[in-house]
């Protein structure tokens, strides 16, 4: 009698792979990498891996992790080669990096990879990163059922626009949820005929104002600002995105980038140039003072400084005043606005902002209600508050003041 052979399992599908120098130096990376894909992933030297990437079994890879350390910093080149293979067949990056200097890794997430974690990899972080690379992919697969969405906005010049500017004196004062839905109340006062409206984010390292309304951070608002002189009206409407086809918007950059990118020429131009083709400019600034907050300051028409009713806004308000003051610049500018005012019924808070407000030798033009909970979660959504709860009480207020602020607009028109 004679006995068949035991059938043997079929090799596993390869789903991912990490490419080193020497994977045994990562190994924390092979557990997470065991962790998540079990036997379904190999490995790969630098040469190999471009051989690799080049042909067909290439095909079945979901994702390559890159691990990196110093002694990889003298093959930039290589590394580069290889994400560039990579991203030309389709298969995303995970860049993983153990004590590699900011500017290797901004050249090569410049390059072309899609996430990046730091080694020792923190727990659950590769599994995370693998999450994020698959939301998107969904999220992409998804959008090419939708319409498309137009890539750039159509401008025309001529015009002379207001410029609104906002700046929080302290952290988390609600100066991005200010900015946001101003523009928004703005740019829907009217059923027709409404104001064309740019906001612009000057925030270039921690601006949200793509988080608060859903946008795609782009590309090609760093070129913009990486070569202002050059600037006309189209690479200006290359940069923009338009919301629900009312608004339209120039994010803060995808990556990081130094505030003195921009000189204050530049950012004159870069204002100078949206006020050209808008009515209503709003501009959310960053918190720092930079050396061209002075340039935004003098060209606009209204300056909102959005303080609370603390301490820390007290201090920094008398600080900026000195500030101005001492260089001669329109303190008077400032249109000083209370986030999270008392309400009519709190007559101690109503007291305490009064006695603020007379002690800094300022006047509080502009008191904002709590708009509560429903605020966080407009911003979560990527929706203006009169999207998500047009009944909020800070929605109510902004909608006013944006009502208010189009009808001098007109009449200054009218006027001239």
């Known amino acids: ?3 068949s052979p035991e059938r ?6 390869i789903l991912a792979c990490t490419i080193s120098r020497d994977v045994q130096a990562f190994d924390l990376l092979i557990e997470d990498m065991e962790a998540l894909l079990g036997e379904a992933w190999g490995d790969l030297g630098f040469e190999d891996a471009l051989t690799f990437l080049g042909q067909p079994d290439a095909a079945s890879l979901e994702f390559i992790a890159l691990a990196i350390d110093s002694e990889d910093e003298d093959n930039l080149p290589l590394l580069g080669q290889v994400i560039a293979r990579a991203t ?3 298969i995303k990056v995970v860049l993983i990096a153990d004590d590699v200097t900011p500017a290797s890794l901004h050249k090569l997430l410049r390059g072309g990879a899609d996430e990046f974690a730091p080694y020792p990899l923190p727990e659950g972080e590769l599994e995370a990163a693998v999450m994020r690379l698959r939301a998107r992919a969904e999220a992409a697969r998804a959008a090419t059922m ?6 750039t906005v159509t401008l025309k010049g001529g015009g002379d626009g207001v410029l609104i500017a906002a700046q929080g004196l302290c952290g988390g004062c609600g100066t991005t949820t200010f900015a946001v839905n101003l523009a928004w109340e703005l740019a829907t006062v009217r059923k027709g005929g409404a104001p064309r409206v740019c906001l612009i984010d000057l925030g270039l390292q921690f601006g949200t104002i ?4 859903d946008l795609p951070r782009r590309d090609a608002v760093f070129e913009l600002l990486s070569d202002i002189p050059a600037m006309d009206g189209d690479s200006f409407g290359q940069a923009l995105v338009n919301y629900d086809d009312k608004l339209s918007v120039l994010t803060a950059p995808p990556d990081l980038l130094p505030l003195d990118i921009l000189s204050p020429e530049d950012v004159k131009a870069l204002l100078d140039t949206a006020r050209d083709h808008f009515d209503f400019v709003v501009v959310d600034l960053p918190k720092t003072i930079a050396h061209w907050t002075e340039t935004v300051l003098t060209e606009s028409q209204v300056y909102f400084a959005l303080i609370e009713l603390d301490m820390r806004s007290a201090q920094n308000a008398l600080r900026l005043k000195r500030a101005l003051q001492s ?11 209370l986030n999270r005012a008392p309400k009519f019924t709190d007559l101690q808070g109503k007291t305490r902002a009064k006695r603020m407000a007379e002690n800094l030798g300022i006047e509080i033009g502009l008191q904002l ?3 509560g909970k429903q605020v966080q979660m407009a911003g979560d959504h990527g929706l203006p508050l009169a999207k998500q709860a047009a009944k909020n009480p800070l929605r109510k207020e902004i909608a006013k003041l944006a009502a208010e602020l189009y009808a001098i607009g007109q009449s200054d028109a009218e006027a001239a």
């Open 369 to 371: 209600p709590d708009g």
């Open 146 to 151: 939708a319409p498309p969405a137009p890539e």
């Open 1 to 3: 009698m004679t006995t």
């Open 210 to 213: 793509a988080t608060y309304l």
């Open 327 to 337: 260089e001669d610049l329109p303190f008077e500018k400032l249109r000083f606005a």
């Open 88 to 90: 030309e067949r389709g």
């Open 8 to 13: 043997q399992p079929a090799p596993a599908h």
